[in-house]
């Protein structure tokens, strides 16, 4: 979507435009005019024909305010450079121009306060290469959602600005990192509309973070910008006339001061001359007649020292004479010194030898006790270790063999207890075998009446058979808990590494005699209590007629409390009676 304006003839710049990122470089003959600006009526038409340009053209002009408008209007200049630019035409090859690039924030009170971006193109060595550019905030948000930008209006100067100077320090690289192109869809930069790109290149593709449209000058407005420059150039040469005459009439005054100081100077001069010709002429006589005296002065003292030097010579003659003498006896003296000395070296040479000979034995004899030291300490440390370890496996074994032989008490004690509760068992047993041989007789008295409930007891029968087989199911469980405990025993006694734990199993075992040792005097106590409640049953059974039945209910109720009681208990054997009884 692209969308124009014609701004104020008084800013200097004629229209605006943008196109989205993916609709830079296309051909800008189809044009729409965005919803927001239709209000105004400034449209573009969607055919590139030449009466619809003119009216274009038209309808910018007429958009200007008149010169004697109202509106009041300031400028602020935020960017004025040169910038390369990479000129694109259609059908022509890439080519660089240098353009310069003038971005102000104009600003409007009357009769609203508003502010608006212009951008313009110029060329300095092509007066009529004009392209201009205005951005209100209205533009900027539809150019915001059209190129996804991301910073607001305030900040989009400054961040356009920042673009600019990016390019301007890539573009003296031979690849730059961001470049500026300039799209034209004519063959030549003519009175076409084209398109400034800011491009981010990189090896996979190149970017365009910002696309802008320019609008060219017309003949009237270039008429204005030429003006502007020509207006600013004469500012510029009056100023310069200006300073030139400033500085010519600075210069007279100088060169006046300067020619009469100079003629003063001269003067000066003259007579520093004749002064100093008197004074040199006086100073060389002065130094001529010093020279004289000083010469005279060093020939006499020549005389002195050269006969000064003849006694000192003879003097130093005859004590060299004496020295020599002294220092030939001394020679004698030392030549006997040294014969003594060699003498004595060569003696000392040979004790060194011996001395030698026998520490190199020596410290042969030191090394090897070093290394029998070495190899002794070593088997020190073996047999230290190995005394060690076996300390430790004594202890270990002797600790092992006490537990061993606590465990063979507890398992003692164990099995003692476990045949005293076999003994209660078994008195237990020959007790219940005495009341179910009394129940016997006592339900061959009651198969008579049972006869007349025969439908109801096939029912129990069935309800009885499930619990056998239910039994039966729980008797196998309890015959492999047997043989896998058996098993660990057996392995127990394989494998002495787990002796601790099995004394921990040991410990829950004896608490679990312990709990059913409690249980068989609690189940004791039920039976007891169940006993008492059958000797009433009985009592009610006799009293009433109809109290066989419930007498049979009740007979059904006690088997079922007695078959819970033996399953509570571990290692015991069931018996399946017939008629529902089952004995321990």
């Known amino acids: 979507?692209?969308?124009?304006?014609?701004?104020?003839?008084?800013?200097?710049?004629?229209?605006?435009?943008?196109?989205?990122?993916?609709?830079?470089?296309?051909?800008?003959?189809?044009?729409?005019?965005?919803?927001?600006?239709?209000?105004?009526?400034?449209?573009?038409?969607?055919?590139?024909?030449?009466?619809?340009?003119?009216?274009?053209?038209?309808?910018?002009?007429?958009?200007?305010?008149?010169?004697?408008?109202?509106?009041?209007?300031?400028?602020?200049?935020?960017?004025?450079?040169?910038?390369?630019?990479?000129?694109?035409?259609?059908?022509?090859?890439?080519?660089?121009?240098?353009?310069?690039?003038?971005?102000?924030?104009?600003?409007?009170?009357?009769?609203?306060?508003?502010?608006?971006?212009?951008?313009?193109?110029?060329?300095?060595?092509?007066?009529?290469?004009?392209?201009?550019?205005?951005?209100?905030?209205?533009?900027?948000?539809?150019?915001?959602?059209?190129?996804?930008?991301?910073?607001?209006?305030?900040a989009f100067p400054q961040k356009f600005i920042d673009l600019l100077q990016q390019c301007i320090q890539e573009q003296n690289k031979d690849i730059p990192r961001?470049?500026?192109?300039?799209?034209?869809?004519?063959?030549?930069?003519?009175?076409?509309?084209?398109?400034?790109?800011?491009?981010?290149?990189?090896?996979?593709?190149?970017?365009?973070?910002?696309?802008?449209?320019?609008?060219?000058?017309?003949?009237?407005?270039?008429?204005?910008?030429?003006?502007?420059?020509?207006?600013?150039?004469?500012?510029?040469?009056?100023?310069l006339e200006e300073k030139l005459r400033k500085t010519e009439e600075d210069l007279a005054r100088q060169l006046s001061y300067t020619q009469q100081s100079l003629s003063e100077k001269s003067r000066e001069l003259d007579k520093l001359k004749n002064e100093w010709t008197s004074y040199t002429t006086a100073l060389t006589n002065k130094h001529t007649q010093e020279l004289t005296n000083e010469k005279e002065r060093a020939l006499q003292a020549q005389a002195q020292y050269?006969?000064?030097?003849?006694?000192?010579?003879?003097?130093?003659?005859n004590l060299h004479q004496k020295s020599i003498q002294q220092l030939q006896n001394r020679l004698s003296e030392l030549e006997v010194i040294n014969k003594d000395l060699t003498e004595r070296r060569y003696k000392g040479d040979s004790t060194v030898r011996e001395l030698k000979a026998k520490l190199s034995g020596i410290e042969d004899e030191c090394q090897r006790a070093k290394q029998e030291v070495l190899s002794l300490r070593r088997e020190n440390t073996t047999l230290d270790a190995e005394c060690h370890e076996k300390e430790k496996l004594v202890n270990q074994l002797q600790t092992r063999v006490a537990v061993l032989e606590q465990e063979i008490k507890d398992k003692d004690q164990l099995v003692i207890r476990t045949k005293e509760v076999l003994d209660a068992t078994q008195e237990q047993k020959v007790i219940l075998e005495e009341s179910t041989e009394k129940k016997q007789s006592h339900i061959e008295k009651l198969e008579t009446t049972i006869k007349s409930l025969s439908a109801e007891l096939l029912k129990a029968n069935e309800i009885i058979k499930k619990l056998q087989g239910d039994l039966k199911t729980l008797m196998s469980k309890l015959k492999l808990k047997n043989t896998v405990t058996i098993q660990q025993e057996k392995l127990l006694a394989e494998k002495e590494e787990r002796l601790q734990k099995e004394q921990r199993e040991l410990q829950e075992m004896g608490q679990s005699l312990r709990m059913k040792e409690q249980e068989v005097c609690k189940l004791q106590e039920q039976l007891e209590t169940t006993t008492q409640k059958l000797e009433e049953s009985k009592q009610l059974l006799k009293t009433n007629e109809n109290g066989?039945?419930?007498?049979?209910?009740?007979?059904?109720?006690?088997?079922?409390?007695?078959?819970?009681?033996?399953?509570?208990?571990?290692?015991?054997?069931?018996?399946?009676?017939?008629v529902g009884f089952f004995f321990v």
């Open 548 to 578: 066989r039945f419930i007498q049979f209910h009740f007979s059904l109720c006690k088997n079922d409390i007695v078959i819970e009681l033996l399953l509570q208990i571990n290692g015991s054997n069931y018996i399946a009676l017939p």
């Open 178 to 239: 961001f470049l500026l192109q300039l799209v034209s869809s004519a063959s030549v930069l003519d009175h076409t509309p084209v398109f400034l790109n800011v491009v981010e290149t990189n090896p996979f593709k190149h970017l365009t973070h910002l696309s802008l449209k320019f609008l060219p000058g017309n003949d009237a407005e270039i008429k204005k910008f030429l003006a502007s420059c020509l207006k600013c150039l004469k500012e510029d040469k009056m100023m």
């Open 306 to 317: 050269q006969q000064q030097h003849e006694q000192q010579k003879k003097e130093l003659e």
């Open 1 to 154: 979507m692209l969308s124009t304006k014609a701004p104020p003839r008084s800013r200097g710049h004629l229209a605006e435009a943008f196109l989205p990122l993916h609709e830079v470089g296309t051909s800008p003959c189809h044009w729409r005019p965005s919803p927001w600006r239709r209000r105004r009526r400034h449209f573009l038409p969607r055919a590139p024909c030449a009466h619809r340009l003119g009216s274009i053209l038209r309808l910018l002009l007429r958009g200007s305010r008149a010169p004697n408008s109202k509106r009041k209007m300031a400028a602020e200049s935020m960017f004025n450079r040169p910038v390369c630019v990479h000129v694109r035409c259609q059908g022509c090859e890439e080519r660089r121009l240098n353009v310069r690039v003038n971005i102000e924030l104009l600003s409007i009170s009357n009769p609203v306060h508003k502010k608006d971006l212009a951008v313009r193109l110029t060329d300095d060595t092509d007066p009529f290469f004009l392209y201009n550019l205005v951005i209100s905030e209205e533009d900027f948000q539809s150019l915001k959602s059209q190129q996804g930008l991301l910073v607001d209006f305030s």
